[in-house]
């Protein structure tokens, strides 16, 4: 089975903190995307990666960064966290042309 | 470009009861369908997909039909179970390129 891990559940931060979110999967995929998902608002592209040291920005990448030094590994970022940021974040990955798999989710809440 | 609508919810069913969520979208060339479940607290798990026309994706009982003519993909169950609430997303892949519904709140009442 593909797994696609998240490194918190939840997670609580101030205004103002560098945030780092991490995600592995253990399915050699090639593609890695972060979203973020609102009431309301579905699910909105942050940034993806087509490969190790790639990125490109999604619909949403404002207040985003991100990182892939791994393949199995791609991180967000949040280098000045806002309240506007709460929200549940969802890591995925895939190869091309094929289904793809989410994490569990982050919970974060800015203070 | 590429897109999926979806029926609005929330939708709330009394167990048994049968099930449908409508699911549209528009494309170029030839996409492939998918729904995803996602259950309170959790990330979006795959539940069915369909790669070609008349196609049909099925798991846990649920059943959706990949029409072209009709450009849907509406997903289905005969009798839905309180275990069956969760959101319902339905999605395209065009290219190499996802799209998502917004998803569709179901919730069942014993």
């Known amino acids: 089975d593909v797994k696609v891990t998240q490194s918190s559940r939840y997670l609580v931060k101030r205004t103002g903190e560098k945030v780092f979110l991490e995600c592995v999967q253990d399915m050699d995929h090639e593609n890695m995307f972060w979203y973020r998902q609102d009431p309301g608002l579905g699910l909105r592209l942050i940034y993806f990666?087509?490969?190790?040291?790639?990125?490109e920005k999604g619909d949403i990448p404002e207040g985003y960064s991100v990182s892939r030094e791994k393949k199995e590994r791609f991180s967000l970022i949040l280098e000045s966290a806002s309240t506007n940021q709460t929200s549940m974040y969802l890591c995925?990955?895939?190869?091309?042309?094929?289904?793809?798999?989410f994490g569990p989710g982050t919970r974060l809440t800015v203070l | 470009g590429d897109s999926v609508t979806q029926m609005e919810g929330p939708v709330t069913l009394s167990e048994e009861a049968f099930l449908t969520i409508n699911c549209t979208y528009t494309?170029?060339?030839?996409?492939?369908l998918f729904w995803y479940v996602q259950y309170p607290g959790e990330g979006l798990q795959l539940l069915l997909k369909?790669?070609?026309?008349?196609d049909k994706g099925s798991n846990k009982g649920f059943e959706a039909t990949y029409r072209k003519e009709t450009t849907s993909f509406h997903l289905e169950k005969g009798s839905v179970q309180v275990s069956d609430s969760a959101v319902y997303f339905c999605a395209l892949m065009g290219g190499n390129q996802f799209y998502f519904g917004t998803g569709t709140s179901l919730t069942v009442i014993p």
């Open positions: 369909a790669t070609k026309a008349d």
């Open positions: 494309a170029t060339g030839y996409p492939s």
């Open positions: 995925a990955s895939r190869n091309r042309f094929d289904t793809q798999y």
């Open positions: 990666s087509y490969d190790v040291k790639m990125k």
